[in-house]
């Protein structure tokens, strides 16, 4: 049973009754032309364009919110730096604009090959470049002295018939063996780049290479294969052995070799993709050290479409037999 916390008295009556339901309509009626009018006003200000609407017109969703305590907010992504040229990148720059005389500079944007031969540019295979015939001479006579100490510390003696004329045969092989120093790509090449308009695979494979490890100053052997997609333009074939033999001939290792060779054709002819691979002995794993002399040394050095498209390198790859044997 419903309980009434004030229930009407007798003395109320019918009339009083009638009083109490008056007056609640009246307030119905008022709340209902108020909210009628706050309708009004809000639609009103929104037509408008007012820049200040009714709080009601711009209620949203609390989850679209961000956190209100700072600690929740993500933090900005970083602000994008902008690239200063380094001071190397400034003197490559410099040296890439002609010069006074009018004349291109030899070199190059690639921090392993100039055109001047100078793979590692250094004093002494400056001098070595610029030096006339006296200091040619001069080079000699030093080298012959080193090479006649070396046969007096190995326990010989360098007056002896046999030895007599060693210093000055061994100098002048190792400076032989060491001609790339003095050699130029600009020259090798010489101008034989032609507009082919030929975009397939070339190859030359099977190039011999002599060259000598800087570790130990002795020998390493084997042949290299190259291969490259040209952009219109092809070289002519005798170049790219010429390339091999001016990189082979200084002191060097496998991998700098592999990469030097593929870097300079890259930046000669500008093709879609350049692949080279060697395959060596090395003395100093033959004659000394482990002393296994079977086992052979191969290192690839894979540019443009070749490093993007595994067909591509191994379209190459069997080309060039590889995995033969």
Known sequence: ???????????????????????????????????????????????????????????????SKPARDFRDMPEPPPKKKKKTKSSSQTAV?????????????????????????????????????????????????????????LLECVGEDPDREG??????????????????????????????????????????????????????????????????IPSNAVIGISKLPRIAEMFARRLQIQERLTREVANAIMEILKPQGVHVVMESSHLCMVMRGVEKTSSSTITSCVLGCFERKEKTRNEFLSLIGVNRR
């Open 1 to 63: 049973m419903v309980q009434f916390e004030n229930p009407p008295t007798d003395s109320e009556g019918p009339a009083g009754s009638s009083a109490s339901a008056n007056g609640d309509s009246t307030k119905k009626d008022r709340k209902s032309k108020h909210s009628k009018k706050r309708a009004a006003e809000d639609s009103k200000s929104l037509n408008n364009g007012s820049t200040h609407p009714h709080p009601l017109a711009e209620r949203r969703s609390s989850v």
């Open 93 to 149: 720059a410099a040296a890439a604009t002609p010069t006074e005389a009018g004349e291109v500079s030899t070199r190059s944007p690639s921090p392993v090959i100039d055109f001047d031969g100078l793979s590692r540019p250094s004093l002494g295979t400056r001098e070595r470049l610029d030096e006339n015939a006296q200091q040619k001479e001069e080079r000699l006579a030093k080298m012959k002295g080193a090479v006649r100490t």
């Open 163 to 228: 030895l007599l004329a060693t210093p000055e045969r061994y100098a002048k092989a190792m400076l032989f063996f060491t001609k790339g120093y003095q050699e130029n790509v600009r020259d090798i090449v010489n101008g034989a780049i032609f507009q082919e308009g030929h975009n397939e695979m070339v190859i030359v494979k099977d190039i011999e290479v002599f060259s000598m490890c800087e570790h130990h100053l002795v020998p390493f052997t084997g042949k290299m294969h190259i291969g490259y």
